[in-house]
């Protein structure tokens, strides 16, 4: 287990870098595509000068070509998508150990290992995505549609491609075999019940992405645009989309819980006043990482209060 939360640390700060560029570049509208520079001189820098956390500790915060500081948000912003994608690994391998019992075909065995690769890769651009809309929102109160927008089409398309590889595993699994050739149509309704039970978790994904985008856009009109913005109504959608139900519904709860809970500690510490805005994206950021990472064993718990 350390080879894999080692392994998710250095993908986890290389990805935090890269997140920090493209919030970076999102909110002046720079393009994504092309070398990085130092914010102050704006030198084009060289391979080594992009190694993160690794970089800024060697030349100790500092700019190699004009030797001004470079604020320390970068180093947080690479530790801790570290830390997000470390335990999102450790989380992920260890659930995979229980789930995968000795004795299984090998067939079988390779395609949990695929799906199971493809929803890590997922849960990573999830986590990535959610990290570079927290800096632009927390920073400029903006969630750019040059960020969302692309990744609201790639977790459908990823979602859908996962299902579709199901679906096909299913019927080639079958035809496998005499009993299995017999489940196929036109012989038998089996495939056809089974691959809709297989594509519900995808439908019921776009159907909750519909319906906290829905539920936000409502709260815009409700409140004339003073509750939410047209941002929030794209980010609510991904993170329904990528979090599915319940999750996505109970990141939504605590997203609220969470954001009623520090609005209030700064109107009691006078730092904000009742109708002051507040950026509700870090809060949906914030809630949704929990939600992923904590999401089953939260609502177990719930739902066994009563007994």
Excluded at 112 to 117: T, V, Y
Excluded at 216 to 239: C, H, P, S
Excluded at 297 to 303: C, G
Aim: charged share 10%; proline share 4%; hydrophobic share 50%.
């Amino acid at each position: 287990m350390v080879f894999w939360s080692l392994s998710g640390f250095i993908i986890g700060t290389v990805l935090g870098s890269l997140a920090k560029a493209v919030a970076d570049r999102s909110l002046i509208k720079k393009s994504f595509w092309g070398r990085s520079s130092c914010p102050k001189c704006q030198h084009r820098l060289a391979w080594y000068d992009l190694l993160p956390i690794l970089t800024y500790i060697f030349l100790k915060g500092e700019c190699r070509y004009c030797h001004k500081k470079i604020g320390i948000q970068y180093l947080l912003v690479e530790v801790v998508t570290g830390i997000l994608v470390a335990y999102l690994f450790i989380q992920s391998f260890e659930n995979l150990r229980f789930s995968l019992p000795a004795g299984r075909l090998q067939s079988i065995l390779n395609f949990q290992s695929s799906i199971f690769l493809f929803k890590l890769v997922l849960r990573t651009f999830f986590v990535t995505v959610l990290v570079s809309l927290f800096l632009t929102d927390i920073k400029k109160m903006l969630i750019p549609d040059r960020i969302v927008k692309p990744a609201i089409f790639i977790g459908v398309a990823s979602l859908l491609a996962i299902t579709i590889y199901k679906v096909g595993y299913l019927y080639y699994y079958l035809s496998q075999s005499v009993i299995g050739r017999k489940l196929l149509p036109p012989h038998s309704e089996y495939f056809y019940r089974h691959a809709f039970l297989t594509a519900q978790p995808f439908m019921g994904s776009i159907l909750v992405g519909l319906a906290i985008g829905g539920f936000f856009w409502g709260l815009i009109i409700i409140t004339r645009g003073k509750g939410m913005g047209g941002g929030d109504v794209k980010l609510g959608a991904f993170i329904g989309i990528m979090l599915g139900f319940p999750n996505a519904l109970l990141a939504l709860m605590l997203s609220f819980l969470i954001g009623a809970v520090f609005s209030l500690g700064l109107i009691v510490t006078g730092k904000k006043h009742f109708g002051q805005v507040i950026p509700f994206g870090p809060f949906l950021v914030l809630g949704s990482l929990i939600a992923l990472f904590w999401g089953n064993e939260i609502l177990n718990w719930y739902l066994h209060l009563g007994y």
